[in-house]
C-alpha cells in the first residue's frame, strides 16, 4: 500500500505561481512513477503531469510550458511547480504513484485545493 500526502496548495492570482509536494510511504519511492492530477467541482479526474522512475516527464496538454513535474528520490517527494496560473487551473489537486506512467495503483491522497482568482 501507498500513502500519499500533498501540500501547498493555496489562493494565488492570475499569472501567479505555486508549488505543490507530494510524499509518498512505500518501498523503493524510487521505482514509483509518480502523477498529479487534478479535478475541478462537477468534472472528471484527469492526470495533467507525470514523471516516470527514470525522471522522463509527460504533461498533458493544457499544462505545457507552465507546469514542471519533478522528483527527489531522497526525500520520498514529488513537486508541481506551476507558473503562470490561469482560472481554468482552479481545482484539487493529487498525486497517484504507480508501476509505469499507464499503469497506476488505486491510491490517493487527501488532496490540496488550488485557486486561481483574482
Known amino acids: 500500500q501507498v500513502q500519499l500526502v500533498e501540500s501547498g496548495g493555496g489562493l494565488v492570482q492570475p499569472g501567479g505561481s505555486l508549488t505543490l509536494s507530494c510524499s509518498a510511504s512505500?518501498?523503493?519511492?524510487?521505482?514509483?512513477?509518480m502523477g498529479w492530477y487534478r479535478q475541478a467541482p462537477g468534472k472528471q479526474r484527469d492526470l495533467v503531469a507525470a514523471?516516470?522512475?527514470?525522471?522522463?516527464?509527460f504533461y498533458h496538454d493544457s499544462v505545457k510550458g507552465r507546469f514542471t513535474i519533478s522528483r527527489d528520490n531522497a526525500k520520498s517527494t514529488v513537486y508541481l511547480q506551476m507558473d503562470a496560473l490561469k482560472h481554468e487551473d482552479t481545482a484539487v489537486y493529487y498525486c497517484r504513484a504507480g508501476n509505469s506512467i499507464k499503469s497506476w495503483y488505486d491510491y490517493w491522497g487527501q488532496g490540496t485545493q488550488v485557486t486561481v482568482s483574482s
Open positions: 512505500g518501498n523503493p519511492f524510487s521505482n514509483y512513477a
Open positions: 514523471i516516470s522512475s527514470s525522471s522522463f516527464g
